[in-house]
């Protein structure tokens, strides 16, 4: 029988950061089988819960066959290798500190066990100094999202925009511009729900934020900026890949749920069709907040060749019950039927910023699904 090179790599993962992931990375590289192991300790404490971690690293896993994510606590590491018949723990040093204070535990690990070797990696500058605590130290500021963001997976900052509240200013400015007298707190706390119900890996609170950092990039070419703010937030409120209509779902709750807030009919009726507009099918585009809002969905395609292959395999994750062949025939047909417009964007400011990115990335992925 193969043997086996089994390494832990350990932590508590409150939050993981993509230093965690770069580790994750190269141990699988190094190793057959890797397991990924939260150490709880009941005397921390700690911003995420152990289901909560454990959740994020697994969303993370997802796309890697040799890996397994557990959790232990009141336990010494070199034991928990022992436990799960480790050989080998894996460790990352960022700094002499770090270095110091891993060499004294690999030292007492080998007194415990000499069987059980530690592996230490350091990783790349640009991610050297990222840390659990440096992200959580950040969390509260004005802009914070937009900071930690390039400093965590998208999953881990969709749980930190769940756990803070993140999204509440924008919700609380557009009630404020509305002149409405209360905030509507049900219909706020419905809608976050949908948007974090279930297996969202990408149309979830992160696609909100995003949207919004974008509105208000391009708030000088936005006609009725209180429609646009609306629209986002209803816009992707039903993703149903299998039953289909989203769009005009989702289109329909917003007029109910704006008809209840007490809105006038022609705000009503701007969002409902700025909803409709993000449907492939839907060839009704007319004025430029419409065109605009349409093109704000495919942002995506033009952002670097890394990002919109992350995007697509968020989108995969979230249409698993689809079986491959019924995706690839779906995406495919929305992809090419994307490639085959005049122009891909249908504003003129958007064709201009993304259109050659976003021809390049969708002749690279179709390509890539026609080979499957």
Not at 23 to 44: S, T, Y
Not at 174 to 179: A, E, S, V, Y
């Amino acid at each position: 029988m193969k043997y086996e090179k089994k390494a832990v790599y350990a932590g508590s993962f409150d939050p993981i950061t993509n230093g965690h992931v770069w580790m994750i990375k190269q141990g699988l590289k190094l190793f057959d089988k890797l397991v990924v192991a939260i150490g709880d300790n009941p005397h921390k404490q700690y911003t995420f819960s152990i289901p909560e971690r454990i959740s994020m690293l697994k969303k993370i896993a997802k796309e890697y066959q040799n890996i397994e994510v557990d959790a232990f606590n009141n336990k010494f590491l070199v034991k928990y290798a022992q436990s799960i018949n480790a050989k080998y723990i894996l460790r990352g040093i960022r700094s002499q500190v770090d270095y110091e204070f891993e060499r004294g535990m690999r030292h007492i690990n080998s007194d415990i066990d000499s069987n059980i070797n530690t592996v230490f990696l350091m990783p790349p500058r640009e991610i050297t100094e990222i840390s659990s605590s440096l992200v959580k130290g950040l969390i509260g500021s004005q802009g914070w999202m937009e900071v930690i963001e390039k400093y965590v997976p998208r999953n881990v900052l969709n749980n930190f925009i769940i756990h803070y509240d993140g999204m509440r200013r924008y919700w609380r400015e557009l009630i404020k511009d509305l002149g409405l007298n209360f905030e509507h707190e049900d219909l706020y706390r419905e809608i976050i729900s949908m948007y974090t119900a279930g297996d969202r890996y990408y149309h979830n609170l992160v696609h909100l934020f995003r949207l919004f950092t974008h509105a208000e990039k391009f708030r000088e070419h936005i006609e009725d900026f209180n429609s646009f703010r609306l629209a986002i937030w209803f816009h992707d409120v039903i993703i149903d890949y299998k039953g289909g209509n989203s769009e005009l779902r989702s289109a329909e709750f917003a007029k109910k749920s704006l008809k209840n807030m007490g809105l006038k009919d022609d705000i009503i009726d701007n969002v409902y069709n700025l909803i409709l507009s993000t449907s492939l099918d839907n060839i009704k585009r007319q004025g430029s907040d419409v065109l605009l809002f349409s093109d704000f969905e495919f942002i995506v395609l033009g952002r670097s060749y890394k990002d919109f292959l992350d995007f697509e395999k968020d989108c995969r994750y979230e249409c698993l019950s689809l079986s491959d062949k019924e995706y690839k025939k779906i995406r495919l047909k929305e992809l090419e039927k994307i490639r085959a417009r005049e122009n891909i964007y249908y504003s003129d400011l958007f064709q201009k910023l993304y259109s050659e990115k976003a021809k390049a990335n969708l002749n690279i992925l179709i390509r890539k699904l026609k080979s499957i």
